[in-house]
């Protein structure tokens, strides 16, 4: 069993859709994938949770690949108000549910092993390949963060891959840490600064894992679609995701995923769902 973490509002289906589809079309052990959601509207009229709607199109999706797949919603609202109300970072750089993994232990019945993937992340080989790396002796795996590690620190991690030892965590209280950090200091990459100054021990894993740059690696298991610094012709960034297929072509001059955006499509002409 793989069981996979996401995170994010009704915003982000096209992103669990399209991610959803690459994993499944490439994975052969059953997939559990918790969805962490919650209504926040109070800062913003969008952010509200994923609809039972919506999860239940994505049920279908994962099944119709692997009957024993499922995704499960699971709403984090009253943990989050608790914990994060009005605090420092709750306007980062980021939505707020970019917090919501710092919560991971604290809702119920969750599994001792969780792989947390942000929303613009695709799935270029099997997951069980990084699912199954054996992080018994560290609180999680991660790849460095392709800018950060020249930045601010060679050990540096990009946060949108964790594979998570949860039993490691509770023992060394490594996300209880992270968010006192966010609570009490300002910080600009909120949750990933938190989780990195607050790690004990952690193990960093090949590119492959999380590939922040070249989107047509055949190696690749995690494929992120994450903001780029470009400077030609002029410094600029660029942030395109899976779903954006125009600029995935045009600018990005990926195609390895075009099978499974093609799916993507056709899905989205027979569902209602993606119109929010």
């Known amino acids: 069993m793989v ?12 992103g669990a859709v399209t991610q959803l589809i690459s994993m499944t079309n490439r994975t052969r052990e059953d997939i559990t994938c918790y ?48 914990e ?15 917090l ?3 919560l991971a232990d604290l809702v119920p019945d969750m599994p001792e092993k969780l792989l947390y993937l942000d929303i613009d992340i695709m799935i270029g080989n099997d997951i069980s390949e ?11 795996a991660a790849v460095k963060e392709k800018y950060g590690c020249w930045l601010i620190r060679p050990d540096y991690i990009n946060a949108g891959m964790l594979l998570l030892n949860m039993d490691k965590i509770s023992e060394t209280g490594l996300l209880q840490k992270a968010r006192d950090r966010i609570k009490t200091k300002k910080m600009l990459f909120a949750d990933q600064d938190a989780i990195f100054w607050s790690t004990t021990k952690k193990l ?3 590119r492959k894992f999380n590939e922040q740059s070249k989107f047509n690696r055949k190696d690749t ?7 780029r610094l470009m400077f030609l012709p002029y410094p600029h960034t660029e942030n395109f995701k899976q779903w954006n297929i125009k600029e995935v072509h045009e600018v990005l001059k990926c195609y390895a995923f075009d099978n499974d955006l ?14 929010y």
Do not use: W
């Open 204 to 206: 960093l894993l090949p």
């Open 3 to 14: 069981n996979i973490l996401l995170c994010g509002n009704k915003k982000v289906f096209d």
């Open 262 to 275: 093609k799916e993507y499509l056709d899905l989205k002409k027979k569902y209602s769902n993606f119109k």
């Open 100 to 102: 919501l993994r710092l």
């Open 221 to 227: 298991v995690v494929c992120h679609f994450c903001k």
């Open 84 to 98: 994060f109300f009005n605090c420092k970072n709750e306007n980062a750089y980021c939505t707020p549910y970019t």
């Open 35 to 82: 969805i962490f959601t919650m209504d926040v509207s109070r800062l913003n009229p969008d952010f509200v949770s994923i609809t039972d709607e919506q999860i239940d199109v994505l049920n279908e999706i994962v099944k119709s690949k692997n009957e024993n797949n499922k995704v499960i919603k699971v709403d984090v609202t009253e943990i989050y108000e608790k």
């Open 130 to 140: 990084l699912y199954n790396i054996d992080v018994s002796n560290y609180e999680y």
